[in-house]
């Protein structure tokens, strides 16, 4: 008597597999997307405060109502270095009580700081 005995997957079981995974990512692709947006608008945000609070620190410091990117970051000056997050451009200069606004985040996005 020969009995055999097969053991392994079907191809519909192999479908089904699949077909689960597939599913799996369509719900997880579009909410990784959501918060990896959410932590750059973030990071963003967190670099215009710190602008904001280098400002306001020259503003006390100098007496003047005004001052350009340059006298607030560098190795010597209030903010050692911005890093960018998305891409996203910073203004050039700074003025008391005027809202920062940082365009081009991730390409389509702007996000604005109001000290």
Known sequence: MNTRTKSGFTLVEIMIVVVIIGLLAAMAIPAFQKVRQSSQDKAVLNNARQLSAA???FYLENGVSSAASTSLVGATNYVKAVNTVASETYP?????GVTITISGVAGSRTITYAP
Request: glycine share 12%; hydrophobic share 10%.
């Open 92 to 96: 050039t200069g700074y003025t008391q």
């Open 55 to 57: 400002a306001d620190q």
